[in-house]
């Protein structure tokens, strides 16, 4: 299969044909490559993250699951949308489909990255709003920031916590994550 840029629109059929060993993301039928390697800050508040989902997730019906993880949010309709957020969790394990899933994740977290945090904060912001996503990340190691937004009547609402603040987790009750660990990989 020719790799993108040789046509216009792709679908989830196209992404999964490519075999060039590079990551890919589509947004509305256009594609995307990813970084191939994460920095090790980057991978160090991603762990850190994973590990306080975990804990907290830990003999409950929701799941947390890191990138690579497909989500087809457009599944049913045009299928041409595919995105590879940083981390996902999951309260419905029907929409879970081989290697990601088909449908609205609960909450995603996308640590931003210099290449992608123009579509992480608009591109992917407004693909998680429209989808239904109830919970939204972003989190910027640079500023030691996370941005969080709440879906309220098919909006988001966003409030700022800086590295010394404890984020409470909208969607799962009781569930707050502690910044200053997160950001502690930050020399």
Same mark, same amino acid.
């Not at 879970?96 to 591109?123: K, Y």
């Not at 009547?153 to 404890?166: C, H, L, P, Q």
């Given at each position: $299969?020719?790799?993108?840029? @040789?046509?216009?629109?792709? %679908?989830? +059929?196209? #992404?999964?044909?490519?075999?060039?060993? @590079?990551?890919? @993301?589509? *947004?509305?039928?256009?594609? #995307?490559? $990813?970084?191939?390697?994460?920095?090790?800050?980057?991978?160090? /508040?991603? $762990?850190?993250?994973?590990?306080?989902?975990? %804990?907290?997730?830990?003999?409950?019906?929701?799941?947390? !699951?890191? +990138?690579? !993880?497909?989500?087809?949010?457009?599944?049913?309709?045009?299928?041409?949308?595919?995105?590879?957020?940083?981390?996902?969790? /999951?309260?419905?394990?029907?929409?879970? &489909?081989?290697?990601?899933?088909?449908?609205?994740?609960? $909450?995603?977290?996308? *640590?931003?990255?210099? &290449?992608?945090?123009?579509?992480?904060?608009?591109?992917?912001?407004?693909?998680?709003?429209?989808?239904?996503?109830? @919970? #939204?990340?972003?989190?910027?190691?640079? &500023?030691?920031?996370?941005?969080?937004?709440?879906?309220?009547?098919?909006? #988001?609402?966003? %409030? +700022?916590?800086?590295?010394?603040?404890? +984020?409470?987790?909208?969607?799962?009750?009781?569930?707050? /994550?502690?910044?200053?660990?997160?950001?502690?990989?930050?020399?």
């Amino acid at each position: $299969m020719p790799l993108p840029n @040789e046509k216009t629109h792709y %679908t989830y +059929a196209d #992404y999964l044909q490519w075999d060039d060993g @590079e990551r890919w @993301e589509l *947004i509305d039928g256009v594609a #995307y490559a $990813m970084s191939p390697a994460a920095s090790w800050t980057h991978q160090g /508040i991603g $762990m850190e993250l994973i590990g306080q989902f975990y %804990t907290f997730l830990k003999g409950k019906k929701c799941r947390v !699951f890191p +990138a690579p !993880f497909d989500v087809r949010l457009n599944a049913s309709a045009g299928d041409d949308t595919v995105l590879q957020p940083d981390i996902v969790i /999951i309260c419905d394990p029907s929409i879970l &489909s081989g290697t990601g899933c088909r449908g609205v994740p609960d $909450m995603v977290v996308e *640590i931003l990255s210099p &290449s992608t945090q123009r579509r992480d904060r608009l591109d992917k912001l407004q693909q998680y709003q429209k989808a239904g996503v109830r @919970e #939204y990340w972003i989190v910027d190691p640079e &500023s030691k920031m996370v941005s969080a937004y709440l879906l309220e009547n098919g909006k #988001y609402s966003f %409030t +700022a916590y800086s590295d010394t603040d404890t +984020a409470p987790v909208n969607i799962l009750e009781g569930c707050e /994550i502690n910044l200053p660990d997160v950001f502690s990989v930050i020399p």
